[in-house]
DNA sequence: CGTGGCATGTAAACGGTTACATGATTTA
DNA sequence: TAAATCATGTAACCGTTTACATGCCACG
């Protein structure tokens, strides 16, 4: 009777909107909260089965999608309990991993130009990240401008826009001194790409 | 001869220090990068063993330790090409999971001082991430002044302080938005909390 | 009628954490 | 010598991804 977070996404996901199949709900993750959140098809099936056998929700096809044979579900009253149990819990730091920031670190072992890449690589990303928030964002007030839920939707928006403004912000300065590292390097200055690093031990 | 990223952040770990036990490397990550990476000994002490049946490591004790019953372990050359190669590849975006994000877009759902508490867990966590980053930061800058790493590590450590600094100014205007949110709530308005929630679908 | 994409599902493998077991070393 | 903590290791479990299998439906 213990729920991975995949069963909350889910539960969450139907208290915005009844009469999701797995297909619909994989879809509005990623289109609502691809840029913090993720499920695999491999999750969300069998969790509903599971959701589904424990009562917090309920199979309840909508008669636009009964003939197109996909299953959507609705909450439930006790499911409607569960999720606002578990929103009210402490909410868990995930394990940090970002391997852009570990390659970073051992920069130094490697060629001189790879930190420099991956660098350009990271805000070409955050370029794109940023834009697709801000699209959403245009969207979003644009199209729900009174739905209750917005003020927490632009909340989440708000966050992911600004964490990525400050990492382009970031990447701009150490974009410029790791061209001057180069610089350095390129001149008489021992590459670090070359012979044994030394040992600190 | 396949390997998971924590082969990669061994080889790193001994990339820049030589003679590290698998109990040494597991308090060199949490302490150089645990704000971007975590390794469980589940992972560390395996690993170890199968990168020095590679022989991209070779079990080295150092004189100081030999007393201590602790097998530390040094990079090879190979260790060293294979960590080189890994380095140059492109970085993978980790899978996005935020579980504060996910609790505070569902925060309608919850009863009103829900997502306000969890805002102000969240800075009460950021404050102490960068307090602690910032500790670092002058250590570092201190102890070793011209370690050839610092330029990288010091990259690191700046996107780290500037995601978290961008965090904390988020917070501070979410608390505002989200205390006057309750006031209104609080007067007429329906609280979230009460009844089922409408249905667009 | 056939093909491409929509939709559902499952099995296996993987990466990782947790809990546990154990012994050695230090310190009081 | 007792307690704390240092240090290594393993087995079980968990959550998740991946690859695969399958059938339906719409459209040409």
Redesign the pocket.
Known sequence: M?????AYVILGGLSIQSNL????L??AIEENFGSFW??????I??T??RLAAEGLIVPSNSISAS??????YSLTDAGRACLREWLALPFQND?P?NEFLLKLFFGREAAPGVALTHVRELQERNRRMLAGLEGIDKMARANQPRDPNMPYWMLTLGLGIALTRAALDWGESALAQLSSLQQVAAHGAQPAGEGPAEDKG
């Open positions: 213990s729920h991975n977070r995949t199949s797995g297909y619909e994989h879809k993720g499920e695999s098809y491999g999750q099936y069998p509903l089965k003939r197109k044979r996909r299953q959507q394990p991993r």
